[in-house]
């Protein structure tokens, strides 16, 4: 018996290209207006302010609440974090964070949230094939995303009480893959390590490291 997957499992990794706020019925995950043509690594695109200014000035278009507009920040702030450009990154992505939590995106209701399930169609010959199914949570995926950009940014800038206190909303983020929320604890550790090295805490920051390693060594190598 062959057992072959016709579906994409769907993992999201901390420091991705793309965010995955929202899908409609004929949206793939992954793809995302505003940020999509925004990140890093797009095949003919300068990693230029340039760029990505123009691309936030066409999302704002679709209002300053739209998930276009929230997308180009962070395509924005990523690039200033690529640059080192750390104050810039910090304003721009606090900005993209003050439009989610003034009521553009809200987190999933719990009772709403379901469980990824894989669905196993039987074929001639003996094949099996496997879909792995999902519910996108827009808040939760985009904040998973946009969260430890941020904290990036303002560890970069020396704004270290604000960054704990968003290394502890990164923690209490639970998206919808097991996969990502182990992601997630593991880029708030290590920012919890680094926020230790600089406020001349190593016993602590050795701590939040071993965090890091556990997590790290518990994934499976493809």
Same mark, same amino acid.
């Given at each position: 018996?062959?057992?072959?997957?016709?579906?994409?499992?769907?993992?999201?990794?901390?420091?991705?290209?793309?965010?995955?706020?929202?899908?409609?019925?004929?949206? =793939?995950?992954?793809?995302?207006? *505003? %940020?999509?043509? /925004?990140?890093?690594?797009?095949?003919?695109? !300068?990693?230029? +302010?340039?760029?990505?200014?123009?691309?936030?000035?066409?999302?704002?278009?679709?209002?300053?609440?739209?998930?276009?507009?929230?997308?180009?920040?962070?395509?924005?702030?990523?690039?200033?974090?690529?640059?080192?450009?750390?104050?810039?990154?910090?304003?721009?992505?606090?900005?993209?964070?003050?439009?989610?939590?003034?009521?553009?995106?809200?987190?999933?209701?719990?009772?709403?949230?379901?469980?990824?399930?894989?669905? =196993?169609?039987?074929?001639?010959? *003996? %094949?099996?094939? /496997?879909?792995?199914?999902?519910?996108?949570? !827009?808040?939760? +995926?985009?904040?998973?995303?946009?969260?430890?950009?941020?904290?990036?940014?303002?560890?970069?800038?020396?704004?270290?009480?604000?960054?704990?206190?968003?290394?502890?909303?990164?923690?209490?983020?639970?998206?919808?893959?097991?996969?990502?929320?182990?992601?997630?604890?593991?880029?708030?550790?290590?920012?919890?390590?680094?926020?230790?090295?600089?406020?001349?805490?190593?016993?602590?920051?050795?701590?939040?490291?071993?965090?890091?390693?556990?997590?790290?060594?518990?994934?499976?190598?493809?």
């Amino acid at each position: 018996m062959r057992k072959v997957f016709t579906g994409a499992l769907l993992f999201t990794t901390m420091i991705a290209a793309s965010v995955a706020p929202s899908f409609s019925q004929d949206e =793939e995950p992954g793809v995302v207006p *505003g %940020v999509s043509e /925004a990140v890093s690594g797009s095949e003919g695109m !300068p990693d230029t +302010e340039q760029v990505y200014s123009a691309i936030v000035k066409k999302s704002l278009r679709k209002g300053r609440n739209s998930k276009e507009y929230i997308g180009s920040l962070l395509g924005l702030g990523m690039h200033y974090n690529r640059a080192n450009r750390f104050q810039d990154a910090s304003k721009t992505l606090k900005q993209a964070l003050a439009i989610i939590d003034g009521g553009a995106m809200k987190p999933s209701p719990t009772k709403e949230r379901k469980p990824e399930k894989i669905i =196993e169609r039987h074929h001639p010959g *003996g %094949v099996v094939s /496997a879909e792995v199914v999902r519910t996108p949570y !827009p808040y939760e +995926e985009m904040m998973q995303e946009l969260l430890p950009q941020l904290i990036t940014a303002e560890l970069g800038a020396n704004e270290l009480t604000i960054a704990e206190v968003h290394i502890k909303r990164l923690i209490a983020t639970k998206g919808p893959n097991g996969v990502a929320d182990k992601l997630g604890l593991m880029s708030a550790y290590a920012s919890y390590a680094e926020l230790m090295r600089k406020r001349k805490r190593p016993k602590e920051a050795e701590i939040y490291q071993r965090k890091v390693d556990e997590i790290n060594s518990s994934f499976t190598p493809l």
